[in-house]
């Protein structure tokens, strides 16, 4: 039988404070740097210290003695207050021997650091190959012996399926059990899972689920006016259609990916509404489109990415219009689709923005390099990209409900994180979600070989350069590992190893299957490995036999991306755990960071400067690629705030209707 309170607690959620203004942010930037202070570092350490001296007091306990142990200290943490707080370190060695027994793995000391951060509500940032997912695990383990669900998020579902299972002897050692989600599971499989202590899932799932139990609730969401309504009409929970029990306690690995690169990404509950009007109109659009031309009849913005019509091109367009029937006449109206699908021509490029799959155009994630099959863009752009491709036209889709996943984590009343790259979100991350980062030090130090950047004057010069690079790392039988920033990308260099007769393994959005498969074995002798940003994040990359001694795994970047922590997850795929390796960018002054960023008769000076090989040139263009990321973060921060801003005025203007935001 269900409790009022545990019923009350199944759609429970915290209501976000308001991103503070003015003074009141210069204050509380204060608080985050405070709160990322080296002392609290350091007082980290020394309670992972003292959990070592506490576990040598039970290493020889027996298995019956040690699980008495944790029964125990479970239920004191579960009554929480002050003994609660007293009994923590006690309890984290009792699940560090736990976890030796169960998975024959002692956690490290700043495995232990790890777990205290993501305990204390803290974003862990601990470099690739340091133990993140039993780190996780331990934490896990305390946040779920106070009884609440607690959610632990991740990328992608072979990583929520890997870890739930791996660690199922751990937690069920520990009186706690764990349940996944996968897009294949059905409602009542959801269920189930989320009934468990800890659910492992993706973000895009269990935001899904929050939204699905949110339509089955209507104007009963707000969990007291529930609990009301079943005091008042009881029926079993079972009837109401809901998978979740409340969000309480989340922890989110890769965790700037989701917390940042993905933040304003609304994720949209649709369906699919017959409209032959759109259809009809997205056609004749591109028709009128093809005979115009970039420069003569518009301009091309590449840093807004916007188009606008030169008087040239609205001459030719009331050309164009003149035998079409009256809609056609009206100049907003058309001048607005044509130019969407000039944008679509543009701007979405296939084996960048997205790629043909089964006669079917599927978004590719800028940031993972994954295939996004179930998203569409909106207002008919996707239609227009479709036309495009000359393809049939899928019917456009009606939002029946949203949200971001930056409102959505901020819902959580306990929230941590953890992954490789984060110091350079830091203040992002306290003024939006209240997470302090802590960078958490390797175990053992890191022996990587970062070369300093090679620009080249064009893409061209820059293949060519990598393919010599790859050629002679490959000819001692170095592994290396290539990072491109686009399908279209990872296509060309791996037909310019074809040409050189090279046997390598490519993985992008198309050729994604065995992804952690290809990833495991890209430390391999000789093994060369293409792959865009996806990299297999989660699956550690092992040294074959010999590797080392011949410096380890060499990873190359064949162009820089607008978020420098993109960067850094690339080339922290090597020199995991004290292992040798090296790291190198391979770019071009006509890569589209630049293009983008920088203005073009700057653009044009340094390619003169790097294509004569001035004196200080390398140095010139470094600078500039540098500038352009700043910007581009920059753009990306602000339109992040902007989201969370206007999130804040929807939920503060709904308060009024007596509807609430979701």
Same mark, same amino acid.
Do not use: C
């Given at each position: 039988m269900t409790t009022p309170t545990e019923f009350y607690r199944r759609t429970d959620y915290r209501s976000p404070a308001s991103l503070p203004k003015g003074v009141d942010a210069w204050a509380n930037r204060w608080i985050g740097a405070y709160r990322r202070r080296g002392g609290a570092l350091n007082q980290l350490r020394q309670r992972a210290t003292e959990t070592e001296v506490l576990w040598g007091q039970i290493q020889d306990f027996t298995d019956h003695q040690l699980r008495v142990r944790i029964l125990e200290q479970r239920e004191i943490i579960r009554r929480g207050g002050r003994a609660a707080e007293s009994s923590l370190l006690p309890a984290l060695a009792a699940i560090r021997e736990a976890a030796h027994r169960q998975l024959g793995l002692m956690a490290f000391p700043e495995q232990l650091m790890g777990a205290l951060a993501l305990h204390g509500g803290c974003l862990a940032e601990m470099a690739t190959g340091e133990g993140k997912t039993l780190t996780a695990g331990i934490a896990a383990v305390l946040m779920a012996w106070n009884g609440r669900p607690c959610h632990v998020v991740t990328v992608n579902d072979y990583l929520v399926e890997r870890d739930a299972q791996w660690l199922g002897p751990l937690y069920r050692f520990c009186g706690i059990h764990a349940g996944f989600v996968t897009a294949q599971h059905s409602p009542e499989e959801r269920r189930q899972a989320y009934a468990c202590d800890i659910t492992y899932t993706t973000s895009k799932e269990v935001v899904a689920d929050f939204l699905r139990d949110s339509l089955k609730l209507g104007q009963l969401r707000n969990p007291t006016r529930r609990l009301v309504q079943q005091l008042l009409h009881p029926r079993p929970e079972a009837q109401d259609g809901l998978v979740m029990r409340g969000l309480h306690s989340a922890i989110i690995d890769e965790a700037d990916s989701i917390l940042i690169d993905e933040a304003v990404t609304p994720l949209i509950i649709s369906a699919p509404r017959a409209n032959d009007s759109l259809k009809e109109v997205v056609h004749i659009a591109e028709s009128i489109a093809q005979p115009l031309e970039a420069s003569t009849h518009y301009s091309v913005n590449l840093r807004h990415r916007e188009i606008e019509l030169t008087p040239a091109g609205n001459a030719r367009l009331d050309e164009l219009c003149a035998p079409l029937p009256g809609f056609w006449k009206a100049p907003e109206r058309r001048t607005e689709l044509i130019r969407q699908a000039l944008v679509a021509r543009e701007f979405y490029l296939p084996g960048r923005q997205y790629v043909v799959v089964d006669g079917k155009v599927v978004i590719v994630d800028e940031f993972t390099g994954r295939q996004m099959a179930q998203r569409t863009w909106r207002q008919g752009l996707h239609q227009a990209v479709e036309a495009k491709e000359g393809l049939k036209l899928s019917d456009p889709s009606e939002t029946i409900a949203r949200i971001s996943f930056q409102r959505y984590f901020r819902f959580y009343h306990r929230l941590a994180g953890m992954t490789g790259t984060a110091?350079?979100?830091?203040?992002?991350? #306290?003024?939006?979600?209240?997470?302090?980062?802590?960078?958490?030090?390797?175990?053992?130090?890191?022996?990587?070989?970062?070369?300093?950047?090679?620009?080249?004057?064009?893409?061209?010069?820059? #293949?060519?350069?990598?393919?010599? %690079?790859?050629?002679?790392?490959?000819?001692?039988?170095?592994?290396?590992?290539?990072?491109?920033?686009? !399908?279209?990308?990872? %296509?060309?260099?791996?037909?310019?190893?074809?040409?050189?007769?090279?046997?390598?393994?490519?993985?992008?959005?198309?050729?994604?299957? %065995?992804?952690?498969?290809?990833?495991?074995?890209?430390?391999?002798?000789?093994?060369?490995?293409?792959?865009?940003?996806?990299?297999?994040?989660?699956?550690?990359?092992?040294?074959?036999?010999?590797?080392?001694?011949?410096?380890?795994?060499? !990873?190359?970047?064949?162009?820089?991306?607008?978020?420098?922590?993109?960067?850094?997850?690339?080339?922290?795929?090597?020199?995991?755990?004290?292992?040798?390796?090296?790291?190198?960018?391979?770019l071009s002054v006509e890569d589209e960071l630049l293009k983008r960023h920088i203005p073009v008769p700057v653009q044009q000076q340094i390619q003169r400067a790097v294509e004569n090989k001035l004196p200080g040139s390398q140095r010139l263009a470094t600078a500039a690629m540098r500038i352009a990321q700043g910007i581009a973060q920059r753009k990306a921060e602000a339109l992040r705030t902007n989201v969370a801003k206007v999130d804040t005025w929807i939920e503060e203007s709904l308060s009024f209707t007596g509807r609430e935001a979701g």
């Open positions: 110091r350079e979100a830091a203040p992002e991350l #306290w003024q939006t979600y209240g997470l302090p980062v802590l960078t958490i030090p390797p175990h053992l130090p890191n022996r990587r070989i970062q070369h300093p950047d090679l620009i080249l004057p064009t893409a061209e010069a820059r #293949w060519a350069a990598v393919v010599d %690079e790859v050629k002679a790392v490959h000819a001692r039988r170095q592994p290396v590992l290539i990072g491109t920033r686009s !399908v279209a990308a990872s %296509e060309r260099l791996a037909e310019l190893l074809e040409n050189e007769g090279m046997s390598f393994q490519l993985l992008n959005a198309i050729r994604h299957h %065995e992804e952690a498969t290809v990833v495991a074995m890209a430390g391999e002798a000789g093994r060369i490995t293409i792959a865009t940003n996806m990299a297999g994040r989660g699956t550690d990359i092992r040294l074959g036999q010999g590797v080392a001694a011949q410096g380890g795994l060499h !990873v190359i970047a064949t162009e820089r991306h607008e978020s420098g922590r993109v960067d850094r997850q690339l080339f922290g795929r090597n020199a995991r755990q004290g292992d040798p390796g090296s790291a190198h960018a391979i």
